[in-house]
């Protein structure tokens, strides 16, 4: 059973601070990693793509991945409350046959609340 | 450019009853899925269609068909709707295996 797993949530963190959240991944050949947003009755939207090792950075959000550690991380610096919302982590497993075919493998999710 | 939609967006079902859920995509993509979502849970695929012409089974097929009408419409059929098929149903579409999917507004479907 390929798996991915988050961090149990809900994390609260105040106006300003660094959210750090974080998925483990049980499948080693896995490729392509993917953090959506998800907003309260609305559907899943895509902030960080990262494929490498090493951080990628865009505006206050940073994705890490270590795929010796099958361990990739989103972190939002200085949260605002409109980043409120569950966070989803999603893999790009590879089937017996090498090939993806772009299925996405989902964490149940983190539950992030930024108060003022 | 509308993206992905879907129909209708909210549905209820007696149990035994049965029902086609919607989606088409605006953006030429090669690609397109369909997942579930239950409270507390992440998305879990049910079908995919890789390219036009094109089904395959997902994580949890039981219950459901599709059916890739062509390269913008792909439908999901509840043949005899059972209330643990209450969920909210997302359609997606990529245009390459590796890129960003994009997501439908959803169906939330109640089965009595």
């Known amino acids: 059973q390929k798996e991915v797993e988050q961090n149990s949530g809900p994390l609260s963190v105040p106006e300003g601070a660094i959210a750090s959240l974080n998925c483990t991944y049980s499948d080693r050949v896995s490729q392509s990693f993917f953090w959506y947003r998800q907003y309260s009755g609305k559907s899943p939207e895509l902030i960080m793509s990262i494929y490498s090792n090493g951080d990628k950075e865009d505006g206050r959000f940073t994705a890490q991945l270590n795929k010796a550690s099958q361990y990739v991380s989103l972190l939002i610096r200085d949260s605002q409350p409109s980043d409120s919302a569950t966070y989803l982590c999603a893999v790009n497993m590879l089937d017996a046959g090498g090939t993806s075919y772009g299925k996405l493998t989902f964490g149940q999710g983190t539950i992030l609340t930024v108060h003022p | 450019n509308a993206g992905v939609t879907q129909t209708p967006k909210f549905q209820v079902l007696k149990t035994g009853q049965s029902m086609t859920l919607q989606c088409a995509q605006d953006?030429?993509?090669?690609?397109m899925y369909w997942y579930r979502q239950d409270p507390g849970m992440g998305l879990r695929l049910i079908y995919y269609s890789a390219s036009e012409g094109t089904t395959d089974k997902g994580e949890v097929p039981n219950g459901y068909n599709v059916s890739r009408l062509n390269k913008r419409e792909f439908s999901l059929r509840l043949e005899s709707a059972a209330p643990s098929q209450t969920s909210v149903y997302f359609c997606?579409?990529?245009?390459?295996?590796?890129?960003?999917?994009?997501f439908g507004p959803g169906t939330r479907l109640l089965v009595l």
């Open positions: 953006m030429n993509h090669n690609s």
């Open positions: 997606a579409s990529q245009t390459g295996f590796q890129e960003t999917q994009y």
